[in-house]
Structure formats: C-alpha cells, structure tokens
C-alpha cells in the first residue's frame, strides 16, 4: 500500500462511530470510548464489511485468527460486550440469526 492511501483507510466512519486505525481509538457521537485490543479489532473488521453478514467463522478467522481455542459463544460475549460499550450505536451491530452479525443498513 502506497502511505497515501493508508491514509485513508486509517479512519473508519459509520453513522456516528469513528475508528482511527493508527492511534487504536474510536468515538462515539465525539466521545471516546475504551475497547480491548479484540473488541476494537471486531469492530475494525465489522466496519471494514459493511454490506456483508459475517458469520461466527469468518469473525473467528479474521478476529481470533483459527488456531487461537475460541468457541463461537466468545464471539457472541464479545459482540454484547462491545454493543454495551458502545451505547445506542451498538444498535448499528445487527444479529443475523443461526449466521452471525452485520451493519445495520438505513
């Protein structure tokens, strides 16, 4: 990747959450909110898919990366945990049931 193009790809925006891949942080409506280094990293991925219903495996892999001894229900705590932090916005973070998460279309 050229650096003007990391550039770009730095901030990830959507509906009021923004993500800042080099300073690791995120804001909700302007306010910072604190993620462990997994949560900012399934929200990174989330935002990264808008469109796509990922499913728990693909979560595993990109996430967890498959030789980590996760369980799918690790994937599903994580996701509450990070909607819980995340306040009204979490919303944006939709369950597809029996498949997995997506962003919420408007």
């Known amino acids: 990747r050229s650096g003007e193009e990391e550039q770009v790809n730095n901030v ?3 509906e009021g ?3 800042d891949v080099s300073q690791h942080r995120v804001w909700i409506q302007k306010k910072e909110i604190i ?3 997994t949560e900012f990293k399934l929200l990174e991925y989330i935002l990264r898919s808008q469109g796509r219903v990922l499913t728990r495996d693909i979560l595993l892999d990109k996430v967890w990366g ?3 001894a996760v369980t799918t229900r690790t994937i599903d705590t ?3 945990r990070l909607r819980e932090k995340m ?4 919303d944006a ?3 597809v049931r029996g ?3 997506r962003l919420k279309q408007e």
């Open 17 to 19: 959450i923004s993500l």
């Open 87 to 90: 306040g009204k916005a979490g």
């Open 93 to 95: 973070i939709e369950t």
């Open 78 to 80: 994580h996701v509450k």
């Open 66 to 68: 498959y030789d980590v």
């Open 12 to 14: 990830l925006q959507f």
């Open 99 to 101: 498949v997995g998460y």
């Open 35 to 37: 993620l462990t280094a």
